[in-house]
């Protein structure tokens, strides 16, 4: 039996040296007057740093230039790096670019890897998913954006909404419906292409966000983008025709998993915030630490913490060993509770906190504007718990009377015990 919640001493050295990498040359950089620009020049020197500790895009095997780490490791990684939306640039994986290279690299031909991801690797290009659309809500079987047959060529056409990084990247990996039939089987309706953004046809405009309203962002913005009529060469098709489906899911699962390890940096670096705050703060003649409303949020942050921290972690565990699609409710499991957890800790850091917490002074206030958008991205917190229960329920049958009936359960027992009840001497006791 193996039981072990311990890590690797060698690897343990390496997280160590991230802890401190990132809380030493990566927080400060948050202060400054950054933009998206001035930002990627500052981190050049620090990705140097990454590569030297061979931490560099560690989410792909060393034939790419990776580590092949599995997902237990590279939760272990997210977790530190979730501290600070700045930190995944310096190592390479931030999002989308990390879950698209794995996307060329799972179904990329040599020439698309030759193309995609050999820079997309390097940091030298930057690339967005357009999947999502206006109007279709949670369900992707709805998408109206179409790719059609012109010769060998294919001719895209729709509109793709909250795209994120669409203003900013070189390419777009877009899901289009290229089975046009209504009654077509919509798991297979769609394919996938990948979209260089200097096409004629390519046009996208900012979108303001809750937590970006100017779509300044330092490393993500969202936009809208279409494509009118947009020509593609047939080499543009990544993967089968109709595997659209089968790509996404491969890509979100274990990126589903590095949300929600960075989800519980964000928590732990509010939680120290508001843990500091207790201990430093007085109020009616005492500390803020011992007044019991205090202590409770702190006991409950704590554990949500903990139970959203094992509970991914044996997630990926299970990705690692059984795979992607054997741990689909677990996936689904940790979105929505890991997004719980992350609103409900840094709503108390910021009321501990008072004015200050609501104030530009910490940073609590654009995470957890930030944070909101957790229960929406990735699917929203209502369709993975319908998966969740949906999974779960598959487990039972209905029955006419409860498998707990005590009534039912008793006839059953008398009968398999009737002869050991008849040795049994008269209970002197009734």
């Known amino acids: 039996m193996t039981w072990d919640f311990s890590t690797d001493p060698a690897f343990e050295s390496k997280l160590q040296w991230m802890r401190e990498f990132v809380r030493e040359e990566i927080y400060p950089l948050e ?14 020197p620090l990705k140097e740093q990454v590569k030297a500790q061979g931490l560099w895009a560690a989410h792909l095997g060393p034939e790419l230039g990776g580590q092949g780490y599995g997902q237990v490791k590279l939760g272990l990684m997210h977790e530190i790096l979730g501290g600070s939306e700045l930190a995944p640039p310096a190592f390479g994986n ?13 179904a990329g031909t040599e020439e698309q890897k030759q193309r995609w991801l050999t820079p997309l690797l390097a940091g030298d290009i930057y690339s967005a998913i357009s999947m999502t659309e206006s109007g279709t809500g949670s369900d992707p079987r709805q998408f109206t954006t179409r790719a059609v047959r012109d010769g060998s060529d294919w001719i895209l056409h729709g509109t793709k909404f909250m795209v994120g990084n669409a203003n900013r990247s070189d390419v777009h990996f877009v899901m289009a419906r290229t089975d046009l039939d209504p009654e077509a089987n919509p798991y297979s309706a769609m394919s996938m292409f990948i979209v260089p953004t200097d096409l004629p046809g390519v046009s996208s405009r900012f979108l303001g966000t809750m937590s970006d309203p100017e779509a300044r962002g330092v490393v993500h913005t969202h936009g809208e983008v279409t494509y009118a009529d947009v020509r593609l060469p047939a080499e543009s098709l990544l993967g089968a025709e109709g595997a659209a489906f089968t790509l996404a899911q491969q890509r979100l699962g274990p990126g589903r998993i590095h949300h929600c390890m960075r989800w519980l940096g964000v928590c732990r670096r509010a939680f120290d915030a508001m843990c500091e705050r207790a201990v430093s703060k007085s109020l009616r003649g005492g500390l803020l630490s011992e007044k019991q409303t205090i202590q409770n949020w702190v006991a409950d942050s704590a554990a949500a913490m903990e139970a959203a921290r094992l509970l991914t972690l044996k997630t990926a565990w299970k990705v690692d060993t059984e795979g992607v699609a ?5 996936i689904a499991m940790i979105k929505y509770f890991g997004a719980t957890v992350m609103h409900d800790v840094l709503d108390r850091a910021i009321q501990i906190h008072g004015a200050l917490g609501f104030s530009t002074d910490l940073p609590l206030e654009e995470m957890y504007r930030w944070s909101r958008a957790a229960r929406i991205y990735d699917g929203p917190d209502e369709v993975h718990r319908m998966v969740v229960a949906r999974n779960v329920l598959r487990g039972y049958t209905p029955r006419p009377v409860p498998t707990e009936h005590v009534p039912t359960r008793r006839v059953k027992a008398m ?6 009840l008849a040795e049994l001497p008269p209970d002197a006791g009734r």
């Open 31 to 44: 202060t400054l007057p950054l933009t998206w620009h001035s930002f990627r020049r500052m981190i050049e």
């Open 94 to 106: 931030q999002a989308p670019d990390s879950g698209n290279s794995e996307l060329v690299a799972l």
């Open 326 to 330: 054997a741990a689909r409710t677990e």
């Open 415 to 420: 009968e398999r015990f009737a002869s050991r």
